[in-house]
């Protein structure tokens, strides 16, 4: 259970690699790298959207597939080829005129690690690097991939009053 106060939330970021995906990625014949999704993250994200959340991916990777598989889920800010992330971030942060304890940040590895620093709820799954876990307030009993996105949306939309909300999970 996170110990932070959720109901603050209002925007979710996520790395891709090793935490929306598992930290093993396939390469396809043509030399691109293919990643793995979680069904349940899926779900959790889109609703995360429907809910009114601002959720980003900021990840280093350059794949099309990634951009279209989050923007089929409804996410507006997806920045691909994120060499520094803290620049992206502090994009989004002005972008949506945000406090650093309203952002939670999910990330597995080292080009990571800055951005873990400056926002209010730094998260990593349960596999991800000793440097990343270090730095974080909550680590996921979940691996990359394999469901720790649903794992903190869920607790914020909980804390927040917003799962399981007819209105907003079924169109009700």
Same mark, same amino acid.
């Given at each position: 259970m996170i110990d932070y106060d959720?109901?603050?939330? &209002? *925007? !979710? %970021?996520f790395d891709v690699d090793g935490v929306l995906s598992a930290e093993t990625i396939l390469l396809h014949p043509n030399g691109e790298p293919m990643r793995t999704v979680n069904i349940k993250d899926g779900y959790a994200l889109q609703l995360a959207v429907k809910c009114g959340l601002h959720v980003a991916i900021i990840t280093g990777g350059k794949t099309e597939a990634v951009r279209e598989?989050?923007?089929? !889920?409804?996410?507006q800010d997806i920045c691909l080829g994120a *060499?520094? &992330?803290? &620049? +992206?971030? /502090? +994009?989004l942060m002005q972008k949506y005129d945000l406090k650093p304890e309203e952002v939670l940040y999910m990330g597995d590895d080292i080009p990571d690690y800055e951005v873990l620093r400056l926002v209010g709820l730094p998260c990593?799954? *349960?596999?991800a690097a000793p440097e990343i876990k270090a730095v974080c307030k909550y680590? #996921?009993?979940r691996n990359g991939g394999h469901g720790c996105g649903r794992d903190v949306i869920e607790q914020v939309l909980k804390a927040q009053g917003k799962w399981? #909300? /007819?209105?907003? *999970? %079924?169109?009700w």
């Open positions: 959720l109901t603050r939330i &209002k *925007a !979710l %970021f598989r989050y923007k089929g !889920l409804g996410v *060499a520094v &992330k803290t &620049k +992206e971030y /502090h +994009e990593c799954p *349960a596999d680590i #996921s009993h399981m #909300s /007819h209105e907003q *999970a %079924f169109g």
